[in-house]
C-alpha cells in the first residue's frame, strides 16, 4: 500500500442558512496509509463527526476530495456508495449500536447480514474477533445483560468483521468511565495494528489521542 491509502484534500462543508451559508469544514487535508491512525480532535460543534461521516460516505462533502485506495466514492451512486462502505469502512459509535433483541454472536455478524446472509467463514471470523476482545465466553448474551465497556468491545468486534480498509470512531470511550476508556482505547489500537488498517477516531479524550500516530485538531471555520 502507499503512503496515502486514504487521501483527503481541500474538504470543505457548508449548509444553507437564511442569510449566507454556515461553513462547517474548511479546507481539511490529510493522508493516512495502512497501520496509521489519526485522533481527530476539538471543541463540540466544531465539525468532528462531520468529518467523520464524509469520511464514512453518510455524507457528502461541498468541494474537495476524499479517496479510498485511490477511489472516490462519491463519483459512485447511492448504491455504489453502499457497497463501498460495507466492503471498505467499519464504524464505531459512541453508543454503540446494538441491537437489543440480538445477542453478542448476531451483532457482531450484522455487517454480513447486511450483505444478505452470514457463511461460516464470518462466523469464525466473529468468533476470534469476540475471543480477541475477550468476550468468547459471552457469545449468547444480549446487550442488557453487558457491561458498558463489554457492549462497545462488541462494537469493535463488529466494526472488523468484515476486513474494512477504514475503521471509523467516534467517541468510543466517550460513555465509558476512565478504567474502561484505557482498555477500549488499547484493545482498539491493539486490533487496528494486527489488522493493519487505517484507523480514524472523534475523540475529546487527550490520553486516547495521545496514543494515535497522527493528531488533526479542528479550528473554527473562517
Not at 35 to 41: H, N
Amino acid at each position: 500500500m502507499t503512503t496515502e491509502d486514504l487521501a483527503v484534500a481541500r474538504v470543505c462543508k457548508e449548509y444553507p442558512t437564511a442569510s449566507d451559508p454556515l461553513r462547517v469544514l474548511n479546507e481539511i487535508s490529510f493522508s493516512l496509509g495502512r497501520g496509521e491512525s489519526l485522533a481527530i480532535t476539538g471543541p463540540s460543534g466544531i465539525g468532528k463527526s462531520t468529518l467523520l461521516h464524509i469520511l464514512g460516505t453518510l455524507d457528502c462533502p461541498t468541494s474537495g476530495t476524499v479517496r479510498l485506495l485511490g477511489e472516490d466514492p462519491f463519483a459512485l451512486s447511492d448504491a455504489g456508495q453502499a457497497r463501498f462502505r460495507s466492503k471498505h469502512i467499519g464504524f464505531i459509535f459512541q453508543d454503540h449500536h446494538l441491537l437489543p433483541q440480538l445477542n453478542v454472536m448476531e451483532n457482531t455478524l450484522l455487517p454480513a447480514l447486511t450483505l444478505g446472509s452470514s457463511t461460516r467463514e464470518h462466523f469464525d471470523r466473529a468468533s476470534e474477533l469476540l475471543e480477541a476482545v475477550g468476550l468468547s465466553d459471552r457469545l449468547s448474551h444480549l446487550p442488557s445483560e453487558l457491561s458498558g465497556g463489554e457492549r462497545e468491545r462488541v462494537a469493535v468486534a463488529r466494526s472488523m468483521l468484515l476486513r474494512p480498509t477504514l475503521i471509523l470512531a467516534d467517541e468510543p470511550t466517550g460513555n465509558l468511565d476512565p478504567q474502561n476508556a484505557r482498555k477500549i482505547g488499547q484493545l482498539l489500537l491493539e486490533l487496528q495494528r494486527r489488522e493493519n488498517t487505517l484507523l480514524v477516531v472523534v475523540t475529546h479524550s487527550s490520553e486516547l489521542a495521545s496514543q494515535m500516530s497522527r493528531q488533526l485538531p479542528l479550528m473554527k471555520a473562517d
